[in-house]
Antibody, heavy 123, light 107 residues
Framework: EVQLVESGGGLVQPGGSLRLSCAAS????????MDWVRQAPGKGLEWVGR??????????EYVASVKDRFFISRGDSDNSLYLQMNSLKTEDTAVYYC??????????????WGQGALVTVSS | AIQMTQSPSSLSASVGDRVIITCRAS??????LGWYQQKPGKAPKLLIY???SLQSGVPSRFGGSGSGTDFTLTISGLQPEDFGTYYC?????????FGGGTKVEIK
């Protein structure tokens, strides 16, 4: 059974840093792209970034609003995905989800999601 | 970034109704579009990928169509458990972008 479990959320002051983790199980972690998606309170979904699969050397992509502040990495030995968030702003307050990406017939899809981790940026 | 314009932003329909939600991309994305359902306090759930392929385990009353810039999610025979907010997501180009969402209420 595929499972994704986020951890590391909490309250942080503006300008601070936080690292989220996503523990993955039930599938071959290195074979899949992995995404982070966030949702501000009462708002819609926003794609944050991607760690591509091992064949693509775990290269990353980001939305412009977090580029050079957020960094996605992986720990293959422990099947974990990480989101290092630096220089946090109040507008980064959101529930952060990790999601597995599956690909077939040229189509990508976010087919499994974690339960989410709440990050609150406030003084 | 590709903008996804979703409509309507909300709707109220009766059990058994046919519901249609649309998404328009600001530029062509072939069929690189998915539909997701989210219930309050829960993670999104994949319904449709590749514009028209039904995700395993999703009821067949959900259907997707479209290509290029215009896409549609159809719920044929709305059920009480279909309440929630529906989002389209384009995965044809980085950054991926979601539509603004459609909140579906059961009358």
């Amino acid at each position: 059974e595929v499972q994704l479990v986020e951890s590391g959320g909490g309250l942080v002051q503006p300008g601070g840093s936080l690292r989220l983790s996503c523990a993955a199980s039930g599938f071959t972690f290195s074979d899949h792209h992995m995404d982070w998606v966030r949702q501000a309170p009462g708002k819609g979904l926003e794609w944050v970034g991607r760690s591509k699969d091992k064949s693509r050397r775990y290269s990353t992509e980001y939305v412009a609003s977090v580029k050079d502040r957020f960094f996605i990495s992986r720990g293959d030995s422990d099947n974990s995905l990480y989101l290092q968030m630096n220089s946090l702003k109040t507008e980064d307050t959101a529930v952060y989800y990790c999601a597995r990406v599956s690909s077939s017939s040229g189509s990508d899809r976010l087919d499994y999601w974690g339960q989410g981790a709440l990050v609150t940026v406030s003084s | 970034a590709i903008q996804m314009t979703q409509s309507p932003s909300s709707l109220s329909a009766s059990v058994g109704d046919r519901v249609i939600i649309t998404c328009r991309a600001s530029q062509g994305i072939r069929n690189d579009l998915g539909w997701y359902q989210q219930k309050p306090g829960k993670a999104p759930k994949l319904l449709i990928y590749g514009a028209s392929s039904l995700q395993s385990g999703v009821p067949s009353r959900f259907g997707g169509s479209g290509s290029g810039t215009d896409f549609t999610l159809t719920i044929s025979g709305l059920q009480p458990e279909d309440f929630g907010t529906y989002y389209c997501l384009q995965d044809g180009a980085y950054p991926l972008t979601f539509g603004g969402g459609t909140k579906v209420e059961i009358k």
